[in-house]
Structures are given as C-alpha cells and as structure tokens.
C-alpha cells in the first residue's frame, strides 16, 4: 500500500484557505492584507487535487479571517473553503460564499458614474454570472468580468500611510 505524504504541514491554530483556483494564492495574500501577517504562513501553488487537478492553498498560523476578508475570497475564488484550526484539527469549515450583491469592495472604473463623485455613496455591484464570473454596477450598470475589476483596499492604503507617519 502506497503511503501518502503531506505536501503543506498541518498548523496548530489558525486558518486554511484551501481549494484556491490555481494562481489566485498570491493575489488573495495580497488583497486581504494576510501578506503583512509576521505569523508563519504556508502557500502552495499549483498543488495536485482530486477535485479540480490543481489548486492553490494558504495556511496561516494564529490568523483569522473577518467576514470582508471571504467576501473577498469568494470573488476570486468561489470553490475556495475556510477552515478554522485549533490543536491541529478542523474545527470549523465553511465554503466561501459570493453574495448576490457586492458592496464597498470594488471600484467602479466609470468616472461618470456616480460613486466617482463627490457624493458619499459606496460601490455596490450585482452578481449576474458565479463562473465566470461577470458583475454589474448598480448605478450605471457598467458590467465587469473578473479580470476588469479593480479592488478596494482602504484598510490597506490605512495602514501604509500610519507606517509612513511614524517613520
């Protein structure tokens, strides 16, 4: 009998963001902000699965998502699945799911178009296809695929310009 190895260690508390389409790994990392985690991180790119013949996988240690994190993850990745880890085992595991109604976390690149004016208003973007993905804009009802978007990251551009500043 053949003996299976892991590729990936298991962790020991934390999450797993497993069933990533393949090459999304990296541009998850770099779009929740989980990059600038100083916690010891696992990625495998390209890993073989049974499922989809190969996928990505990210392991975080003593890191947990927030709910606009998987909002994000679901946009880049809707087959993705998160699980929680405490003591080496799963204590919780959850599919990503991509809401009917996208809010705050992309931008309209129509400059007409009324989120890019003065007004406060947020982005909202409705779901027209999962896969592939395709979204339009409920204001001016520009339609995005996947490769069209463009991503919000106030957190992010928040906490680069804190850095700065204490410099």
């Known amino acids: 009998m053949l003996e ?4 990936i ?8 963001i ?5 090459g999304y790994a990296l541009t998850i990392l770099n779009l929740t902000g989980i990059d600038e ?7 495998g790119v390209n890993v073989s699965s049974k499922k989809y013949l190969t996928k990505d996988i990210i392991k975080i240690e003593n ?34 799911e991509l809401p009917q109604i996208i809010k705050k976390l992309i931008l309209c690149v129509n400059q007409t178009c009324i989120s890019n004016s003065e007004e406060p208003i947020d982005t ?15 204001y001016c ?4 695929k996947l490769e ?3 991503f919000t990251s106030k957190e992010k551009k928040e906490k680069k310009v804190i850095q700065r500043l204490h410099l």
């Open 63 to 96: 890191v947990f998502l927030n709910e606009t994190q998987m909002q994000q993850i679901s946009i880049l990745s809707p087959n993705a699945t998160i699980s929680l880890i405490e003591n080496y085992k799963v204590i919780e595991k959850k599919k990503v």
């Open 148 to 150: 069209e978007i463009v």
């Open 18 to 22: 497993d069933h990533i389409d393949a």
């Open 124 to 138: 909202e973007f409705l779901v027209l296809e999962e896969k592939p993905l395709k979204i339009q804009c409920i």
């Open 9 to 16: 260690d298991k962790i020991s508390k934390g999450t797993v």
């Open 37 to 43: 985690s100083k916690n010891l991180m696992t990625i």
């Open 4 to 7: 299976e190895k892991l590729k």
């Open 141 to 144: 009802e520009r339609i995005y």
